[in-house]
Every structure is written in C-alpha cells, then in structure tokens.
C-alpha cells in the first residue's frame, strides 16, 4: 500500500502505521488494552462494586428507548461512553481484536439508536429535560458531549474503517452547523466546556468537509466577544445554574473561568478551568496551522508560555486550585492544595502536539514528556483501575482527611468517580502515544518522546520504515534505525535532544556525527537507506531541580529528576513527618535499583539530615530549643509510582540545607 | 465604701475597682472609648461610609413598631447592638460619660420596645418569620443573641447601677427557661452557637437567681446527648437550612462542627467552629468551678490541653481553616491557609480566663497573655477603625486576590463586616482588660498580666490598695505597689512568670526577694503594709521559637518573640519574596527602634540571607543551578503591629539555615 506523504506542516503518522514496542510503554499499552478498557467497560455498566456507578449505557439504552428509567449522572455523563470508544479505536488500530470490536459496533448501534431524527444527540436532554436542548451550554456541555462523540468516531473509523459512528457524529455535526452561527435564528455561542472545537477539526480532516473546520473556528473567533453570550444565556434562562436549580443567582458565571472575558486572541494569561483552557488552546493551535492565522498563533504562544514558564508544575501538571479546577496566577504554584488534575496535563499534551505542528521547538516537546511520564502516568495506578484525578505535590493522608481545604487531595488512588473524565482520557492517550511520539512532514521525520516503535511512512517520496529503540526513562541510549527505504533521495531524521540531558552525544552508524542542532531537535539530513541507524546518547545523571525565586512555595527546596522522570520522597522509604528532611546541598545523587513494587525502577539516594526535637523538648507544641541536625539517608521514588505501596506522606519538593 | 471580699474562687475584681494606667494598653482602652465605641455606633446606625450596612438599629426600630421596612442581616444581627452596649458599660464602669450613658440609655429603650409581651426577644423572627420562634437553633442562633444581650444587660447594670436592660434580659431568661427543658412541653436543645451558656452564669452572678446557673447547666448537659436534637430539629423542618432556603439536603448538620457530636464530658479534642467551642470550654469552666463538677473540669483541661498544645499557632490564634472557622485536626496549623479569627482568640482568653477561676496554673496566663498581644490586638488598627477577621501567619497579597483558597486571608484590615463580629468583640474586651489582669481570693491578689493599674479590693478583711506598674511589653520590670492597706494580717500577692521569661528575679522592697514559685506564679505572703513593693524582672532578650516536629508547616523554620511578643517579617522592611529569605541559626538578635508608623516600638535585626536566582537562570521556571546565598540583614517586627503600614507580604515563620 502506498502512503500518503503528509505534506505542508509535520502531522501524527497514522496510527494504524505505528505499533508501539517499548520496555517501558508497552506493559502501559497492554494495560489499557488487557485491563483498563475491560475494567471501563464494566463501570459504563455500572458493574465495578464499590464505586459510584456511571449510568452511562442506561442512560443510553433509556434515550434510545430500550429502557424505562431516569437519566443518571452529570449532564455530560454521555462522554464516558465516547472517550471508552475513542480509546477502543486506537487499541484496534494497534491490534485487532474481534471481540472487543463486537463489543464496540453494539455500543455504536445504542448510541446511533439514541441519536434524534434532526441529528440531535444528548441524552440527559432526551430523557431528561426535552424541551430544553442548547439553553444552557455554559453549565450543560452538550457540545463538550458532541465533540467526544465526534473525536471517537474518527477514531473509530481510522482503525475498522467502518462509518457507522462516523456517521452519526456527522449527523449531529450537521445539526450543530445548522444551530450555531452568526445567521438569524442561530445560537451565537458556544460551549461552557471547550472540545467541540478540536473535535470539528478532526472531523474535518476525517471527512475533508471545510464546513466542519469553519464550524471550529466559529466557536473560536466568537468566545470572548461582548455582550457576552453566557451573560446572555444567564439572563434569558432567569439567572439560574444548572448546578443550583431553582436558586436565582446574584452574579453571572464567571468569564475568566469559562476562558471568555475576552476575545481568544487578546487573551494574554491562561486563566479559569484548566482542562477547557488547554483544549482550547489546542483548537486555537489547529486553526492557525491550516489556517496560517499569524494573531491566532500570537496567542497561542503567549498562552503556552504563561501556562509552561509561570502557572506549571514541575511534574508538568496544571491548575493550581481546586476551586473550579483552576488556574490561579503566575507564581502561584502551592504544594499541598493544587489541584494538578490528570485531565488537565493532557489537555497540555494536546497543545503542546498542535505546537509542534505550527513550530518544532524542544520545548513543545520537553513539556509533553514531563507531563507524559509524570503526571499521565502518575494518574493511573499499576493495576490500571485506580486513578488520581488530582496529583499533589505534597500529600499528609491525615490533612487530606482532616482539613476541608485538603480534601481534594486523595491518598489513595480511587476506583471510579461519579465525574470519570481522567480514567478514560488515560486511556485513549496511552492507547494513542503513537501520535505523540513521532510526526512528520516537509520531508522530515520527527522523534518527539523516543518511544521503542516500528512506523512506516512516506517521506521525501520514499516508502520508509523505521524502528525506533530507546532506554528511556531508566538508559539514555537512543536509536533510530532505517529498517526500510526504498529508492533514493535525501530527506531529514530529526530528534528532540531534551533540555534535561547536560551532555548529548550523536552517531551515524556507530560513528560519532554531529547534526545540526536547532530549537532543541538534532536534524540529520541524508540519502537514508536500510540500516543506517541515527543513534543518541542522553544524559541521565540525576539532577537536581531549583524553581525560580517568585515560586514562594518553593524557596530554599529542591527536587530531584533523572531522566524525564521527577522524583519524589515517601513515608515508606523515609519515615515520617516528611518535612524534618532536608537533602544537604552538593550531596552524590546515586543510583540504587528499586524493590518489590518498585522492582524495575530506578531510584536515587542521597545524603540528608533529619530535623529531631531536642531531648528536653518534652512535646511542647512551641519551645525555645532548636531542633538537632541528624544525618539521614534519603531515598527518592519516580513520582509516576507513587502511592503504590501503603498509603503515606509523600513530597516532591525538599528543603535543602548547605 | 466596705468592698465585698470574694472567696471560695479566685474572681476578678469589680471593674469599677481596677483603673488601667499603663503606656502600652491605656492608650488601647482610650482608643476604644474614643474611636471604636463611637465609629461602632455610626457603623450600627450604617452611616460608614463604603462599608456593609449592620442593619442592627433599624431592625429593633422595625421590631418595635417605629420603623417600616423590612429585616436586614444575618438572623443574629442584634448581637452588634448588644456587643456594643456590653463596650459600653465597661466603659462606664472605667470612668462616667454622661453623653455616652444618654445614646446607650436610647439604645436600651429601644431594646426594651422591641421585647414582646412574653419576655421574646429577637428581631429576626420578629420581623421577618414571626411564627418560626425556637425551630431552627442550629443555623438561627436566638439563644446566642439572648446571651448577647444577658452579658450587655450584666456589664452595663454593673457599671450604671442602671435594671432596665437587665429587667429585659431578665424576662427573656425567664422566657427561655420556661420553653427549654425537659418537661413536658417544654424544647429539650440548645443552641447552635454557644454564648447563652456563659451568659446565664452571669446573669446568676448579678442576680444570684439560681435558676439561671441550672439553666445554664442544662444546656451544657444536653449537649451531644442521643438521638441528637440537631438532627431531630433538621428532619422536623424539612431538612433544610436557615442558610439556603428551598433546598432539601442529603446531609444533617455536624454534630462535631457544633461541638455535640457526644456529651460535653466525653469530648477529648477541640473541633469545630471554634468561636462556638471556646465559648462553651468557657461555660464549662464557669459551671465546673461553681459546682465543683470533677468530671465537668477533667473534661475542660482535656480540651485546654489540646487546644493549646496541638492546635493553636503561635501568635494564640486557633482555626486552622476557613472552611466553617474551625478546628481540624492536631499539628495542622497551615501558615498561609490559617482563619485564626479574632474572635477565637478573645475567646480563648475567656476560657484561660475561667480556667484561672479552677486552678492557678502559668499556662492559662500565657496563652490569656499570647492571645491577647498578638491576635486581639493584631485584629484592629491603630486607628481603631479597620479590622482583621483573620489573623493570617503568611500572607502574600497577590495570592489573597488570586487564589480562591486564600480569599479569606486579607492583606489590609476591612472597615466594617456585614457578619461584624469581631470589631465589637475586640470592643468589649479592651474596655474589660481589668477583669483578665487581675482577680482575687481565698487571701490572694493575683496579677496575671502585670498591666499598669490601680486596683482596690477587700483581701482578708482587709481593705487594700495596690498598684501595679509595667514596662511590659517593652521593657521587664514589674512592681506591684501596695498603696493602701489599712489594718494588718497576712495575705499574699501572686505574680505570674511568664514562661517566656528564662531568667526572672523578684525584689521586695528593693532587696532581692525568694518567692514560692508554683505552678507559673511567684507567691509572697506576709503582713504587707502600704508602702511595701513586690517587684519582678523579666527577661526580654528576644529568643528563637521551634515548634514541635509534627507542625509540617514549621520544619526547618523559626519565629522570633521577645517578651510577650511574636514578631514577624514585612515586606516593608525587607522586600520580596519573603520566602527568600533565612535567619541563620545562632546570628544575634538585637533591638532596633522602630520609626515612623512603628515609633515607640522595639524591632528585632539579625543576619540572615537571601536566596538569589543564579545569573544564568534567565527567568526559567525550573532550573538546574542552585540559588546563591547572599548575606541579608533582616528585620523583624511585633505580629500586631503588622499591616500598619504599605500592603505587602508578611511572615511569621520563616526559614532558619545553619
């Protein structure tokens, strides 16, 4: 089969044509093929015992008429169904599976069977609240709700080929197009929760439909304008919530948090609900690459760089508060009471890959790790069915259960939650690294995370295959080997050399090489045939991490990375109080192999003291007598295995003393 | 006039008996008298300028038939008249003021008009929700506005010698006896904030009506009891609250919040709001020493105990959160979360207060002393105009607009609060500061402050003069003066040792003097005589505060005190971030002399340094180059002067390096 060159600006390699072989990537790729999508299947079931049920095929079968009952669930409960079937695509895509696929098509045929004859698909408004269908999206989200379906059916159909999905999400798109405009009698609005728009983008591409791309960037070029379309909502449905029925609110939702207080590009901060910022931010970077939208790009790199140089964490999460999900300001980065939700990071993920198709930069790619190999991952315990909505930078198990502010803070990873975006996210990215890993384009093939894989593409008019192979993230070697190249003709390897690596060292062929470097990639460019091998060597000596002196959270405290991954201290290594440990400045960093549940990682040990209480102290709560200074060894875990032995103290950042 | 000798408990001294002369406090009781009684009276009457509206005057006007219109407020909103009228009368106890005695007799009139024939008392229910007496005590709070107005009628009946707000408190009592009980008929509960508790016992204290104590011990004895009469009332109305109306809750009301999740004399940890909390410890130590309740005072030292030595911080503050202004959990005392309200401070000086009543003991004068140095002061400006609810340990004020979690933690003291609970309270215990400093029994005279005074009591049936000079809480020396002692007969004079003070030296007319030091006091008995001098020297060297190893919060951190007083860092003296910054262990602390706003004060300086981002670090968030250590002169000033000056951060632990 000859493939399609994708020209004009780097884009994914399909999926189908990249298959995942890595030690490290892929026990998480059979993970969510072998266990997380089974185990999400029985929760849209609602089949798991002891967790909150999702209601999400009920409130199908109910919509479509095969059940009697009541709607259950939030609003957007249907996207649970929706992301299950978007990560059931790219699994499929990876590997056949006739069963699962069997599973899938019935699934497909309830959601078509709950679809409306004008192409109108929501089922808490079906069942729930008919009459009420797009008079409440700043609360609602049924185009949120729209844009999974859509993002699952292209999906869907990318893997098996089969429209029936594709089909529906069409129908509804077709009916959204009609809905929503700037003609008379259309909705001038948009959704509460961004999505729809990186969706009508996908659609677009699935079905070259240019009305899909337009739909997006109406919803784009509308948010912000004033008089505010959700001032206006609010006021048409009697200054209500949907989330406070029957209370008559005295001040209209939000704009900032709905990333609305002004027009998309005039937009300088990254404010408001994290995930919907980023996936946002993701359709804003969509749009200017095919559009070549100088203002929209503008915007889109302020956003990223506030978000990345001021408002992110070091394990390359976001939102700072619990409070509405949310960003709060610049610098303002606490470690005991963020909210740093799983979704969010890869909300980042997602823009960061638009990034680096408008613009390859290392540091698109260098924050797309960080938040990969530390908080996607982190996310989802080793047994893929418990999950971290929030991942903390601190955690004290009894302020999580002791002080409100702290709730949010789980110590533990959960089963299922009511509100089950992450568990699925996880799913559908891990299922689809391949889009993450590589990208290509102008005659160029780009490595971006150095992910073990076999890809097969057309480039520079060569039908090539590669065979990516890579340490990372315990060995720093990396090789990218021409497993095929038929023909002749140059075309350009190019790698992210990652900023964390001090000392990088390149081969062509075993022989030292020295290719350009640029923004953070190493670029190569040669007549590539079968069996050259582009080989690169990291850095992967511990390092320690300062955050800049604003961060007030973190003055006088360090943190520990090897590799992309960031370290972190747990009470089963150090014993608690956490905090009466200080890692001595200069101290080795070395290496020891981790044990039993940590078996296979890489942990890293040091020199530290403890902080006791004088002899005389007598448990004051307050007493003159400074504290003693004792030597204490000190042992860091990767964050991303945190939380999976007995639950206890855990802490990314840790004082240093001279 | 023959002074009444009070025995059998040490009480204090009848403020009409103790006149405060003293540099630092005299010019606080001036300001109340002065400034805050008279902008109170303004604010009651909302003519503030900018500020929220009290409502408190138009209600009782509405209530009382001369007005029209409709109720404004929370359900408890009398309580500022009453707190006002309590200032008041001391006040008047201090020293006469015909033109304040005219508003105040006004205000009482009012008072009266608005009391309904059957003794009722409320303005809310009055106006507003006239058949819904005595059905929701948890969120309404009508017996804390009846102690309100009890503790009003005492103070202001002591003072003017004047029965009519005491004959109004007295039909209301009586109307609150004859409801609540358990006979027949009759509302066995109790109140959802605690005060009409420690009222009642005043109100037996002035009218030696014993029906007021048991009443008040009924309360104190139904409390927690199964099944609880919070959830008996909640199901009984609906399961709804005061709060937001219409709404059925899937939850009842917390027991633990209200302090009555089991009877008063199982509770082992202080929970909940904690104003409620140390207003009943309060009413529990008042009841214990009068009845001689063993199991009534184990249970007060319990939650003394662990009250102060786990949840206060260090400036005598208590809450650690502002989800509900309460208590959670022991060790947990976040410094820039903290609610620390002024409130529970003055209340925590009550219960010390009360505690002092059942046992003699040093540690009850600290925590009256730290309390009342740092927070309750801290809570007003010196202009005796703006007011803290909350007393923060850190604030950062971009994180206080920016940051929802810290909304509460407010970098400039506010004008006037629609919930204005404290400005009042801190009102009424300035203009009472006699009754904390001194009391008197069983033939001693006990300083527990050692505050500037004149004082005259009976004391083994002798009358006496004393007075009590003070360099505090600048300079140590204290001398108590006998100015008068007619007769003659051994008692003793009892002075507290602060256990700030590591070295402490006692005179007695001049010649070094060998008190009985016991439990925190220096005792000295014999035949004084008029002329005689008991004096005591403290030691002020500023010293270095640790808290215990368990205080997450303060590992590897200091505080700075000297004296009664807690200092702390401003961004006015040593710029921003604060966090940069680290005392370093064993540097002198020397006295420096404040200047402009901070005149008359006495400031810390000591070496310390100032973590500096390196040259390289080129604005990065993250880096791997440690900071640089650059040596920095820190200044350090009292916590309760701070925010007198520009908006800025603030600090009170703050880093230590060796």
């Known amino acids: 089969m000859a493939l399609q060159e994708q020209t004009v600006f780097p884009r994914p390699i399909e999926l189908k044509n990249v298959s995942i072989k890595d030690d490290y990537w892929s026990p998480y790729v059979k993970l969510v093929r072998d266990t997380v999508i089974p185990y999400q299947w029985e929760a849209l079931n609602d089949r798991v015992a002891d967790a909150e049920p999702s209601h999400a095929i009920r409130n199908f079968r109910i919509a479509a008429g095969i059940e009697e009952g009541a709607f259950g669930g939030f609003f957007f409960q249907d996207t ?42 929501n089922t808490y408004f079906t069942v729930a609240e008919p009459g009420k269908r797009w008079t409440n999206l ?16 292209v999906a869907y159909a990318g893997a098996t080929g089969k429209k029936a999905l594709l089909d529906v999400a069409c129908r509804l798109a077709d009916h959204i ?14 959704d509460g929760h961004q999505e729809i728009e990186l969706a009508l983008v996908k659609l677009y591409e699935a079905t070259g439909e240019r009305r899909y791309l337009d739909l997006a960037g109406f919803f784009i070029d509308e948010r912000g304008r004033q008089p505010s379309f959700f001032h206006q909502e609010w ?21 900032s948090y709905h990333q609305a207080d002004k027009p998309v590009r005039e937009q300088e901060v990254a404010t408001g609900h994290a995930v919907r910022a980023m996936y946002m931010y993701a359709a804003m970077a969509d749009l200017a690459v095919r559009s070549g ?6 915007a ?7 978000t990345v140089r001021k408002q992110m964490y070091v394990n390359g999460s976001i939102g700072s508060t619990h409070h509405g999900e949310a960003f709060t300001f610049d610098y303002d980065l606490p470690n005991d009471t963020n909210y740093s939700e799983t979704c969010a990071s890869i909300g980042l993920i997602m823009f960061a890959q638009r990034m680096l198709q ?70 559908r990215l891990l299922s689809s690294l391949g889009h993450y890993a590589f990208s290509a384009g102008e005659g160029t093939l780009y490595s971006h995370l150095h992910i073990g894989a076999e890809a097969k593409l057309t480039i520079a008019g060569r039908q090539v295959g590669v065979r990516m192979a890579s340490g990372l993230p315990w060995a720093g070697q990396v090789g990218l080997t021409l497993a095929e190249a038929a023909g002749s003709g140059d075309f350009t390897l190019a790698v992210r050399v990652p900023a964390w690596s001090a000392h990088t060292s390149f081969t062509l062929n075993g022989e030292p090489a020295t290719p350009e470097i640029r923004d953070g990639y190493a670029y190569l460019r040669r007549d590539w045939q079968a069996g050259d091998v582009f080989g690169m060597t990291l850095d992967m000596r511990p390092r ?44 080795e960093l070395r290496e020891v192999a981790g044990e039993g549940r940590l078996a296979g990682a890489i942990l890293i040990e040091t020199e530290g003291l403890r902080l006791e209480e004088p002899a005389n102290a007598g448990g004051a709560l307050y007493r003159s007598e400074p504290p003693t200074r004792t030597p204490s060894r000190i042992v860091a875990v990767p964050y991303t295995l945190w939380g999976n032995r007995e639950p206890g103290e855990m802490q990314v950042w840790v004082r240093e003393e001279p």
Chains 1, 2 share one sequence.
Not at 397 to 420: D, F, I
Request: charge should be negative.
């Open 177 to 190: 197009d009609a809905t929503f405009g700037d003609r008379p009698g259309q909705i001038r609005g948009y």
């Open 544 to 587: 320690r991490i300062y955050a800049a002196a604003e961060v007030r959270a973190n003055a006088g405290r360090v943190a520990l990375q090897r590799g992309p991954l960031v370290y972190c201290l747990e009470e089963a290594d150090n014993g608690a109080p956490l905090a009466a440990l200080a890692i001595r400045a200069g101290s």
């Open 235 to 255: 006021e048409a449905r009697g200054r209500t919530s949907a989330w406070t029925p029957g209370v008559v609110q005295k001040t209209p939702p939000s704009l």
């Open 300 to 306: 889109c790199r302020r956003l990223w760089d506030n």
């Open 293 to 298: 939208d100088d203002s929209l790009l503008a």
């Open 138 to 153: 700043t609360d609602c989200h049924e185009l949120y709700s729209a844009g999974h379906l859509i993002e699952a059916a």
């Open 80 to 121: 649970d169904l929706y992301k299950w079937l978007e990560a059931v695509g790219y699994a499929l895509a990876a590997a056949p599976d006739a069963d699962l696929e069997r599973v899938a098509d019935e699934a497909i045929s309830l959601v078509a069977a709950a679809q409306q004859a004008d192409g109108y698909l």
């Open 358 to 427: 408008n613009e390859v930069k290392g540091e698109y790619g260098d924050v797309l790790e960080r938040a990969l190999y530390n908080t996607v991952t982190a996310g989802m315990a080793t047994d893929g069915k418990h999950f971290f909505y929030v991942n903390p930078m601190e955690v004290w198990p009894a302020a999580s259960e002791g002080n409100p502010g702290k709730h949010h803070v789980k110590a533990v990873r959960q089963k299922w939650y009511g509100c089950a975006c992450c568990p699925p996210n996880v799913a």
